[in-house]
């Protein structure tokens, strides 16, 4: 660290971008670069709110791991090139698939990093329409692709996403999810445990429904246990009490929403007492649960990754928004909200097809979700040979190789590829098999507004507004990502969102820039951009909110402001019922029969550290020592003690795909049965990692199956959470040197001494 007496020092105010939260944060810069990170007091919204990620990612990202040139792999070794080389090379590679192959042959993959920029995806969704490719995978068909799916179909528009009025709401249920640790999803919101600690103090009631007893279930008022990936069967048991003991605000139905009749129907059989043999919840304790959401004043269910990862996420998350609307909770204040962004972006997408394509997939079957295919289908769209069949990928803000399922297939898929291209900010799992690894620009270099849906669609507890500059500049040969994708357009030789003239307008609006601000960096002029979207939404120039440094405050949600006025389903009404839905609801008794007849095996389900996000931050030595260099096997002592399993040990996860070993934690916390295992371990085998490549974990990822039969039909989801798998004790740690992607039969890597993890 630079001593901060050396150099002058300035404290500069953002936010973070690598959770939903959006920390507002104050940077101390000095000389270029980032000497401190503390959370914002002031700021409007989030207040004095942080993490350890967040407030030290200038550390992580300081690592000398850092990617400051673009990389070209040459075999198993990499050197660093120009720009100028890497731009040519893979346009002329991209210009001959294309001239020899349909355009779909070039895919993309665009992963969560991605999301947290404004610019990004629209800038790679802008070079992939420049090439005609319909070829585009999205992480969201490993977590959330489930919501997007269902409002498709009963809001109009995969982007309308109820969310609940946290500030307000008397009584919230939370199934599946974990804010305390994993932040709200799909709302930004910040102090998860203070915000759900507030509805007890204002008189009302928070239930967490999970397999595990949870750092949420422990600030919430209730904890009922479930049995992993039963969720559906708990929300239909919950309609079925809601419509029993009159909760259905009749008059609402009436007026806004269609298919009533065909949802309740559904619900008939299933009882509480029905149900509860499967989901493991008293019949006693559901009815109780249903009483306090009915008789709130303002309720909401919210469910996540937990429930969209389950075997039936789409099912699950479809009968949630149903209970929501029919009690009469949506669209109300205390309920679930419809947020308004800075202009109606379902509207503007509806009118202008902007995700809403359905596009058919090669293989499978499937129809695209977010205009972006199933993850889950990308190994066999490589392997298969055919018309579109992939031949090209780029990567952008993602690393598929430890979130996909089935990932150790994954990999053999994309060391067929004639072309892979990563653009990230380090060198990867992922990238570690590209020809080319192009450098990005992180968080910290870029200036920015709130992602797309606190921006476009208001989906936070208290509407806001902030823009960032970019704190510090870029310390190497970084771009940022809009201004990649044009170069990498120019290079290839074609338009910009379909367009050569869109194209070269971007070009000559970045020289301009480029003359007239010689002390930014040169490339897209990314705040032009930024204030031209502020401006579409009537919010001023990015300049003007610029100088509200702690963010600047929007008109509060009002409820009451969306069911009749912005539902954009073709009749304007909530879509109870859609046919995709009910058809696939038709497996249930199938499903529940299997569930009925008794599988013993362990129910494995994931987990998340504080310090974790997904794959990203084991490349920090702070966050993986003293013991902390592996993710652990989680079995309560029950389920331990049957299988001769002490605390410690080693044990063998199997499942149909693979095999992982890895030491052993007991944890009481859990329903017996149920065993968990942190995901985004794995990284052995990432050639720019040099911290993370040296920790012990093992990619829970490899256990899941891909593939078209294994997918959850309506949105493509990979089922990731709640896998049956036995568990065996082994004879000691894993072989040295093996890695954690090798087939069934084969063990996962890890090579030191077992310590103790603080979880
Ligand atoms: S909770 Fe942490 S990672 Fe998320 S936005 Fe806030 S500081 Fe960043």
């Known amino acids: 660290m630079v001593p901060a007496s050396a150099v002058t020092m300035e404290t500069k105010t953002t936010f973070c971008r690598i959770c939903e939260a959006l920390c507002g944060l104050e940077v101390d810069v000095a000389d270029g670069r980032v000497l401190d990170i503390r959370p914002d007091p002031a700021h409007v919204a989030t207040g004095g709110f942080g993490c350890p990620k967040g407030l030290k990612q200038h550390r992580i990202l300081g690592s000398p791991d850092r990617l400051r040139t673009p990389m070209k792999r040459e075999g198993s070794s990499w050197r660093e090139a120009t720009w100028e080389e890497a731009l040519a090379d893979i346009g002329s590679r991209v210009k001959h698939l294309v001239g020899e192959h349909d355009p779909d042959a070039i895919a993309m993959y665009v992963g969560t990093a991605a999301g947290f920029s404004v610019l990004h995806p629209i800038f790679a969704q802008g070079f992939m329409d420049g090439i005609g490719s319909r ?5 969201a068909t490993q977590d959330c692709a489930n919501k997007f799916a269902v409002a498709r179909e009963v809001y109009g528009f995969a982007l309308t996403q109820p969310f609940p009025d946290i500030d307000r709401v008397k009584c919230l249920i939370v199934v599946g999810g974990n804010p305390v640790v994993s932040k709200w999803s799909f709302l930004q919101v910040p102090n998860p445990s203070r915000r759900i600690r507030d509805v007890a103090a204002r008189g009302g009631r928070v239930w967490v429904v999970d397999p595990r007893r949870t750092e949420t279930a422990r600030v919430a008022t209730d904890h009922v246990f479930i049995r992993p990936d039963t969720d559906p069967f708990f929300f239909l048991a919950f309609l079925n009490e809601l419509i029993a003991t009159g909760g259905v605000n009749h008059d609402r139905v009436a007026r806004h929403m269609s298919g009533f009749e065909a949802i309740a129907a559904l619900a008939r059989p299933w009882t509480p007492e029905r149900t509860e043999p499967v989901t493991r919840i008293p019949a006693a304790t559901l009815r109780e649960m249903v009483r306090s959401y009915r008789e709130a004043d303002g309720a909401a269910l919210y ?3 937990g429930v969209n990862m389950g075997r039936n996420g789409s099912l699950a ?3 949630q928004e149903v209970i929501n609307a029919v009690s009469g909770n949506l669209d109300r ?15 503007f997408g509806k009118k202008y097809g902007v995700m809403t394509k359905r596009h058919a997939s090669r293989l499978g079957g499937f129809t695209s979700v977010n205009d972006a295919f199933p993850g889950g289908m990308l190994a066999d769209e490589i392997l298969t040979p055919g018309p579109r069949q992939v031949r090209a990928l780029f990567v952008t803000g993602g690393n598929p190789l430890i979130t996909m399922p089935n990932s150790a297939r994954l990999r053999d898929a994309l060391r067929d590829l004639e072309l892979l291209v990563c653009v990230d900010v380090f060198l990867n799992e992922t990238a570690s098999l590209a020809h080319w690894v192009l450098p990005a620009t992180s968080p910290l270099q870029r200036p920015d507004l709130p992602f797309v849906f606190p921006l476009f669609l208001g989906m936070q507890a208290r509407p806001y507004l902030q823009a960032t500059e970019a704190v510090v500049p870029p310390d190497g040969l970084q771009r940022d990502e809009a201004t990649i994708y044009l170069d990498l357009a120019r290079a290839c030789d074609v338009g910009l969102f379909g367009s050569k003239v869109a194209r070269r307008a971007m070009e000559l609006l970045s020289r301009l820039h480029a003359r007239l601000h010689p002390e930014r960096a040169p490339g897209v002029p990314q705040e032009w951009i930024l204030s031209a979207l502020l401006r579409l939404g ?3 120039r990015f300049d003007a909110l610029l100088g509200q440094r702690h963010g600047r405050l929007r008109p509060d949600h009002a409820g009451g402001d969306f069911l009749g006025k912005r539902c954009v389903t073709d009749d304007g009404r909530v879509q109870l019922a859609p046919p995709v839905l009910l058809e696939q609801a038709r497996k249930l008794e199938a499903d529940f029969a299997l569930e009925g007849a008794g599988d013993a095996r362990l129910r494995l389900i994931t987990r998340r550290a504080v310090t974790t996000h997904n794959s990203w931050t084991h490349n920090f030595e702070d966050f993986v020592s003293g013991g902390r260099d592996t993710n652990r096997l989680y079995v309560h002592p029950a389920d331990a003690a049957r299988l001769g399993l002490a605390s410690g040990d080693y044990a063998d996860v199997v499942s ?9 934690d007991l944890l009481d916390d859990l329903q017996p049965g149920t065993v968990a295992l942190p995901h985004g371990w794995g990284h052995q085998h990432a050639a720019g990692l040099g911290v993370a490549s040296r920790t012990r974990g093992v ?10 039969d294994r997918l959850e039909r309506v949105s493509g989801m990979a089922h990731l959470t709640g896998l049956p798998v036995d568990v065996r004790r082994a004879s000691g740690p894993p072989d040295p040197g093996s890695w954690s992607g090798l087939p069934q039969g084969a063990t996962s890597a890890g090579t030191a001494e077992d310590g103790r993890a603080g979880g």
């Open 135 to 139: 070829s585009m995978y999205a992480s």
């Open 303 to 305: 469910c996540s990754t």
């Open 317 to 319: 998350f479809w009968l």
């Open 333 to 347: 204040r205390g309920g679930t909200l419809v947020g308004n962004g800075i202009f109606d972006f379902a509207r």
């Open 538 to 540: 009537g919010e001023g």
């Open 656 to 664: 149909e795909t693979a095999t992982v070993r890895l030491p052993v």
């Open 699 to 708: 990619n829970v990822n490899i256990l899941a199956a891909d593939g078209a």
